[in-house]
């Protein structure tokens, strides 16, 4: 069982930065591929970014490629994502989530194998 709660996520303008930390329970952090997803008003959840057990492998969805970065340090057992230049489109609760994966490599960017995910925090991009 891994339990997951972010933090981070507030109001800024646009163009601005916010880094989201998503912290996780238990001892086998480094078992798990790592993601972010988010949601905005009346859309689905969405694929925004994920990192590979070892950290070496990442993925970002087009929208986010070049403005933000995942990142994992698995001695503190957190997950990151620095998002910089900001967008309204960018608005959404921001969950991260864990995949229990076996090959250190692998990153995983469907929703459906993720197997635990957190509460979300809200971030909100004015413009």
């Known amino acids: 069982q891994v339990q997951l709660g972010e933090s981070g996520g507030g109001l800024v303008q646009s163009g601005g930065s916010l880094k989201l930390s998503c912290a996780a329970s238990?001892?086998?952090?480094?078992?798990?591929?790592m993601g972010w997803f988010r949601q905005a008003p009346g859309r689905e959840r969405e694929f925004v970014a994920a990192i590979s057990r070892s950290g070496s492998n990442t993925a970002y969805a087009d929208s986010v490629k070049d403005r933000f970065t995942i990142s994992r340090d698995n001695a503190k057992n957190t997950v990151y994502l620095q998002m910089n230049s900001l967008k309204p489109g960018d608005t959404a609760v921001y969950y991260c989530?864990?995949?229990?994966?076996?090959?250190?490599?692998?990153?995983?960017?469907?929703?459906?194998?993720?197997?635990?995910w957190g509460q979300g925090t809200q971030v909100t991009v004015s413009s």
């Open positions: 989530a864990a995949a229990r994966v076996e090959y250190i490599y692998a990153v995983v960017i469907s929703a459906y194998e993720y197997d635990y």
């Open positions: 238990g001892r086998t952090f480094s078992s798990y591929g």
